[in-house]
């Protein structure tokens, strides 16, 4: 089958001595993204435009095209205007050494910020921090929320997630 190991052993001269086709191998299944996973902003007010800090702490490797995707909550009923980010700007601070970066223009639609990692991959079960500017607070007060932030590969395939990233009131 697709996710069968085939094992040979071979003598000396080569020889096919036994031949297993049945070898399964695991499931792979998505890691959390952990160590309280946090976005936050330093003014809480209404409406202020500003720079976000995002920090999580990955399980798997995000290589150079993978994703890290930030789904906002969805204040549509609450709000007249949700979380936004106005041309988007991502720098990372952590790690120290080998610091990923993104491509030039993270792209925003709906309530999707989507960064794709363009340098240095984004090395596993490693803290990461980045910065995300021209992020702008919703238009009217509302308590805690959360992100649901996802890394991917470049096929949009799942690597890490976490539904907890907590936003501040």
């Known amino acids: 089958g697709p996710n069968n190991v085939v094992a040979t052993t071979k003598d000396s001269s080569d020889k096919t001595i036994d031949t297993a086709s049945n070898m399964a191998t695991e499931q792979i299944a998505a890691g959390a993204l952990t160590n309280t996973p946090l976005f936050t902003t330093p003014t ?8 976000a800090v995002v920090n999580f702490k990955t399980a798997g490797r995000v290589l150079v095209a993978g994703k890290v995707v930030l789904q906002m909550p969805d204040l549509s009923s609450g709000v007249q ?89």
């Open 81 to 169: 205007e949700g979380w936004t980010f106005a041309t988007p700007a991502v720098q990372f601070s952590a790690p120290s050494s080998s610091t990923p970066a993104v491509t030039d223009t993270p792209q925003f639609s709906g309530r999707t910020l989507t960064m794709v990692i363009a340098t240095n991959a984004m090395a596993q079960g490693v803290d990461h921090t980045f910065t995300v500017s021209n992020t702008r607070t919703p238009s009217s007060v509302v308590g805690t929320n959360n992100v649901v932030a996802t890394t991917k590969d470049s096929s949009d395939k799942n690597i890490d997630t976490a539904s907890n990233m907590a936003t501040e009131q």
């Open 44 to 51: 809480d007010t209404p409406g202020v435009q500003q720079v």
